[in-house]
């Protein structure tokens, strides 16, 4: 079975950076894209960023492009979300996901939450002013 977890949300100021872990275990690590989502209290959830199965291709909603990077280590099955400048409308509950197959075409990098199967519990990233 597929466990994913995230870990290091906490709280920051405005402006400041935080980088948060993801580890998959269960199956390889490197065949699959891993995603960051994340929903804020009310909202639904929301794609924030995904990367391919080998990191060589991102791709962030436009709302954190520029601010956010998704990078992965497929030696340590992990992948990272660093977010920097952050806002107080970042605060969110983040999660990571991995769909069930591997992408086709393999640089395809999947951006809809139905295109995921196995998510994590999620991690809270504050946000303060």
């Known amino acids: 079975q597929v466990q994913v977890v995230e870990s290091g949300g906490g709280l920051v100021l405005a402006g400041g950076s935080l980088t948060l872990s993801c580890t998959a275990s269960g199956r390889p690590f490197s065949p699959f894209p891993m995603g960051w989502f994340r929903q804020a209290p009310g909202e639904v959830r929301a794609f924030v960023g995904a990367?391919?199965?080998?990191?060589?291709?991102?791709y962030y909603d436009e709302s954190v492009e520029r601010r956010f990077t998704i990078r992965r280590d497929n030696a340590k099955d992990t992948v990272y979300l660093q977010m920097n400048s952050l806002k107080p409308e970042d605060s969110a509950v983040y999660y990571c996901?991995?769909?069930?197959?591997?992408?086709?075409?393999?640089?395809?990098?999947?951006?809809?939450?139905?295109?995921?199967?196995?998510w994590g519990q999620g991690t809270q990233v504050t946000v303060s002013s």
């Open positions: 990367i391919n199965w080998s990191g060589s291709k991102t």
């Open positions: 996901a991995t769909p069930k197959a591997p992408a086709w075409p393999s640089d395809y990098i999947p951006h809809e939450s139905h295109e995921f199967d196995y």
